[in-house]
């Protein structure tokens, strides 16, 4: 059994991988939520929660395949987005405006 010093040696390890990919592009996340919603966000219900879930989700892709754009992309982050942009579909269908 691994121990908590174990667990986070290797949780260190995978940070430093991704972010040798992706830079530190979390920093940037919130950038971006700010300019994609200026007006701020009021959610209400389930549905809205989920919806926006899945949304983050999309935006943490785009904005990590960003980050490796000039060197070609990367393919994993490409396959992601399309996976959450489906389930934002389905949300969409199961709750129409």
């Known amino acids: 059994m691994k121990t908590v010093p174990e667990i986070l040696r ?5 940070y430093e991988e991704r972010n040798k990919v ?18 701020g966000l009021c959610l209400y219900t389930v549905e809205d929660f989920n919806r ?3 949304f983050i989700q ?22 992601d987005l399309s996976v959450y942009a489906a389930m934002l ?3 969409t269908d199961a709750n129409p405006s």
């Open 10 to 14: 290797e949780c260190a390890e995978t």
């Open 22 to 39: 992706y830079g530190n592009n979390y920093k940037k996340f919130g950038a971006v939520m700010a300019a994609v919603f200026p007006n």
């Open 52 to 54: 926006l879930g899945v």
């Open 58 to 79: 999309c935006v943490s892709k785009v904005t990590r395949y960003s980050e490796t754009l000039t060197r070609g992309g990367h393919q994993d982050s490409a396959h």
């Open 89 to 91: 579909e389905e949300l």
